[in-house]
């Protein structure tokens, strides 16, 4: 099987291919606002793997799968894990304590929002960590979804 | 024996109801729950933090503590982070035993 059957119509592919990043962007915002709206790194990062999912669902498994290998998403999601324990443990030598708040009053992230405003530069580590469960819950479940449905096809064949 | 530890836990239950404070009705002050407290504010006050409109800073709470306008993100990320590390190992937990059962053989 070349992967070319388990397409869907033009039609859903032209609508998933226009989808595709208007979805990924609004992910990235809610996983970048996650410290001044409600949302955060696992609500924009559940968006995010639905954009993958789409394509995977309108393209076929295969055919993602040759552009986007699982081992890379695999890569992707590890790296969000290590980045937060990272920053976590370097609480611990520029702060007091595991997890500490070490940037708040600093250059980056630093600044102590004023009443009524929302500045992205603010909130400390809590961006940096936003960014890194955004990448695991994006890399994870796209790569869950995309492992299962390939062991969907293969049993069919 | 049965009936005495019975009646002795209701009584509790009941005298702990009694002194509750009404439903739905914040604590008025810090002090309230908080006797040794060296400062008089309500508690949302305490939680999300209280604005100083003369100094133009925040005082006391989340916001002056972590730099986040969203206090839900600063109680998950910043107070209860090890619970987000927990929860974040248990999903790479998860995704790595479907990796181990549904990945295919490298070469």
Redesign the interface.
Known sequence: MNGDEEKMTVIVQTIAALLFPITLIFSFYVIMH?????G?G?QGGAIGASAIVLLIVAYGVRNIEKRMK?ENL?IF??L??LI??VV?IFGIFLATA??A?FL??KAI???????GE?PLN?????PI??IA?GM??IG?LS??VM??A??TKEGER | MKKIAFIVFFAFLLFASIEMREFGKPPSSVKEVFPNANYDVTMDDRIIGKYNASAEKWEYGAVEETGANNVVTSVVFDYRGYDTLGEATVLFTAIAGVMLLFGRERK
Do not use: D, R
């Open positions: 996650g410290h001044l709206t409600p955060g696992f699982e695999s999601e590890s969000g894990g937060f324990v976590s595991f997890l708040n708040v009053g992230f630093g600044q102590i929002p004023a009443w929302a603010s909130g400390g580590v809590l960590l936003n469960v695991k819950v994870g790569a869950v492992l299962l390939l062991i």
